[in-house]
């Protein structure tokens, strides 16, 4: 199994920038789909946004377009987030995750595709 862990997060005043990194172990060498997700206590898990290593196509979220960024390392174990102009709604365990073969705009935002997550990193926006 992949095996998936989140760093980098922390609490920032609105407006500010983190950047979260997933580092990825245990995995084979074909393509996946790699996604950040988050969610707040009481609420659903919700995609961020999502890239596939075989073609590096992304996908976002509607509200963070313009402001997040998802990239992955030269060495594509590392999966990252660069999230600017941050806002208090952006508060929430962001989780990275993990899917083999496919990605789509579809099923990429959503959390039931994947099989594999880390166990999240919390961001807090204060404003």
């Known amino acids: 199994q992949v095996h998936l862990m989140e760093s980098g997060g922390g609490s920032v005043q609105a407006g500010g920038s983190l950047k979260l990194s997933c580092v990825a172990s245990?995995?084979?060498?074909?393509?996946?789909?790699m996604g950040w997700f988050r969610q707040v206590p009481g609420e659903e898990r919700e995609a961020v946004a999502a890239?596939?290593?075989?073609?590096?196509?992304?996908y976002y979220a509607d509200s963070v377009k313009g402001r997040f960024t998802i990239s992955q390392g030269n060495a594509k174990i590392t999966l990252y987030l660069q999230m600017n102009n941050l806002k208090p709604e952006d508060t929430a365990m962001y989780y990275c995750a993990a899917d083999p073969w496919t990605c789509d705009g579809l099923s990429s935002l959503q959390a039931r595709k994947y099989d594999f997550w880390g166990p999240g990193t919390q961001v807090t926006v204060s404003s």
């Open positions: 245990e995995y084979k060498d074909i393509p996946y789909c």
């Open positions: 890239l596939h290593t075989g073609d590096s196509t992304t």
